[in-house]
């Protein structure tokens, strides 16, 4: 089975980055037509971004991360190929083993997507993304698993549909909800444990940052609903070091 690239929409939900939209240097490199690229503001930024990317399709969607999201799926058609890229994407790399040196190295793009979405098809999911750190140091002998776990938001695949039963209402944990989702959708998800991506969350002015006590209020309060509504699919993740910020972890379900 081969799959046409040319179809498959990038997208780049941005915010406050305006002139430092790393990804777009990712993508350059990788060769993606610019006619596939899609940027994705806020209204009050819209004229900002167009200065600095005129050439970009820039496009006025929702405030809020997840509006942002639902803006961005309802603005393309049913069973279009999206990757969802954060804004502040350096590097997608691949996790290698040769002769027992564990390495990480850049990958081949437009192949690694041609692969997630084949393999998508193959085993009827409707997403696939990627390892959510970096670290090349543990067992990668499970290169590929299909049950539920976290597709981390900063970069996935997914085959577009309408559907009410995605929508996600908050903000924070958003990316463990979306693989909840499909998941229970599904029943199967496809996640490339040996691959990872290299960003800039939490540094750069924008993205991510806002109050951090707000935050931590908001995210627990989260958790807690999370936890009650799904105690089947979600536990604490009691092996985070911080008493303060809640953390959750997804429970296989083969």
């Known amino acids: 089975m081969n799959i046409n690239f040319s179809p498959i929409k990038f997208v780049i939900p941005s915010y406050n980055r305006a ?21 994705f503001v806020v209204e009050e930024e819209h004229l900002e971004y167009k200065k ?15 509006n942002q999201r639902q803006f ?39 192949a690694f ?26 067992d990668m002998s499970d290169s590929i698993t299909y049950d539920l776990c976290f597709l981390i938001g900063h970069f996935y695949g997914y085959i577009n549909r309408h559907c009410d039963d995605l929508k996600i209402d908050y903000d924070q944990k958003e990316d463990y909800i979306r693989s909840l989702k499909y ?15 290299i960003t800039n969350t939490y ?20 958790v807690n609903l999370l936890l009650d509504t799904y105690p089947e699919y979600i536990r604490l993740n009691k092996s985070r070091k911080s008493l303060l ?4 972890k997804l429970i296989k379900h083969k």
């Open 245 to 248: 910020y809640k953390e959750i």
């Open 19 to 39: 002139g430092k939209v790393k990804t777009i240097e990712l993508l350059k490199k990788n060769n993606i037509d610019i006619k596939q690229i899609y940027i």
């Open 52 to 66: 600095h990317y005129p050439e970009y399709k820039i496009i006025i969607g929702e405030k809020g991360l997840v």
């Open 183 to 197: 998941f229970l959708l599904d029943g199967v998800l496809v996640r490339f444990n040996n691959y990872c991506c």
């Open 113 to 138: 997507i041609c692969a997630g979405f084949k393999e998508c098809i193959r085993v009827g999911s409707r997403v696939f993304g990627i390892y959510p750190n970096d670290n090349y140091t543990r």
């Open 203 to 222: 540094k750069n002015v924008g993205g991510m940052n806002t109050n951090i006590d707000k935050r931590i209020e908001e995210n627990n309060k989260i």
């Open 72 to 110: 961005i799926n309802n603005y393309f058609k049913e069973g279009a190929k999206i990757v969802s890229m954060d804004d502040d994407l350096y590097a997608i790399r691949q996790f290698n083993e040769i002769e027992g040196v564990k390495t990480l190295t850049d990958t081949d793009l437009k």
